[in-house]
């Protein structure tokens, strides 16, 4: 098996730190051995890693079937165990569709998860995206049965976290981060309650995978309304309320369930959480409508 060399970079290192504090640091250094570990358990042949703020992702082949056939899987680790089960009990409750990666096994214990591949695995920010493709991913991903579970929390607790990281930051002014804070838990405290929601359903964690199906990935799973996930969908691309008010049309028409008005408060609530959101929602004023 490869040893887990790739990957271990300083400013891999000192992300994992900001978001989960100074444990991160020595779980980073431990890593090489943890993956080695799991690589001889799972029978992975371990190559070039990647990753974001909350987790490094090998890539690996894993010994073949009878044939022989080696595939292709990725192996994910967090230093938060709570993060990796709440990622596995969203993959497993939306197990019976094909439009979300497929977890294989998991270790919760170490922050573990084993995932399949995608193929051809384009990043939908890459290759770009048409409206129906992805209004067949949020229908999808609206299939899941409905019962809460204490393993995932509700969509308002996902809320103030991502508000209170943005005034950390600094990344607006005060007061378009009050209005939108307010409007956001307003949303999540009247809508749907047992909707499995994503959490982080932008064109950077869905995949394109066999016959143009788009593949959800990098769930930051919760329990609320699934309209919040066409956020990132409706805002792209729109500089103008015009422009957002008919992609959310579109969408709407197309996903079961959906609420064109809810989609269009989401997106006002949301705005200064969201890369990319056009400069006329990003103000108290666009926040309120």
Not at 93 to 101: C, E, G, I, L, Q
Not at 193 to 208: I, K, S, Y
Not at 264 to 274: D, E, F, V, Y
Request: glycine share 12%; aromatic share 6%.
């Amino acid at each position: 098996m490869a040893a887990a060399g790739p990957g271990q970079h300083p400013g891999n290192r000192a992300r994992l730190i900001a978001r989960f504090g100074p444990m991160a640091g020595p779980w980073h250094d431990a890593l090489p051995t943890l993956v080695d570990g799991l690589a001889r358990r799972w029978g992975l042949d371990v190559g070039e890693a990647g990753g974001g703020g909350t987790s490094r992702v090998y890539r690996c082949r894993r010994d073949g079937d009878h044939e022989g056939v080696a595939a292709a899987v990725w192996l994910k680790l967090t230093p938060d165990p709570v993060v990796a089960t709440q990622e596995a009990e969203a993959l497993s409750a939306w197990s019976a569709t094909p439009s979300v990666v497929r977890l294989l096994d998991s270790d919760l214990r170490v922050g573990a998860l084993l995932l399949a591949g995608v193929e051809p695995g384009t990043r939908v920010r890459e290759s770009g995206w048409r409206t129906a493709d992805v209004a067949r991913l949020l229908a999808d991903l609206r299939t899941a049965p409905r019962t809460r579970t204490p393993l995932l929390p509700p969509l308002g607790e996902r809320i103030t976290f991502m508000y209170d990281m943005a005034a950390r930051r600094g990344t607006h002014d005060p007061e378009v981060l009050a209005h939108g804070r307010a409007a956001a838990l307003g949303l999540a405290g009247t809508g749907p309650a047992d909707g499995l929601v994503h959490g982080d359903l932008h064109p950077g964690n869905v995949l394109v995978g066999p016959g143009y199906r788009l593949v959800a990935i990098d769930p930051r799973p919760t329990f609320g309304d699934p309209d919040f996930d066409a956020v990132d969908w409706a805002i792209d691309g729109a500089t103008d309320e015009v422009a957002l008010r008919r992609r959310i049309a579109e969408l709407a028409a197309l996903v079961p369930g959906m609420s064109a008005a809810r989609v269009l408060a989401w997106c006002r609530a949301t705005a200064p959480l969201t890369t990319g959101a056009p400069a006329f929602l990003v103000t108290p004023a666009g926040l309120r409508g």
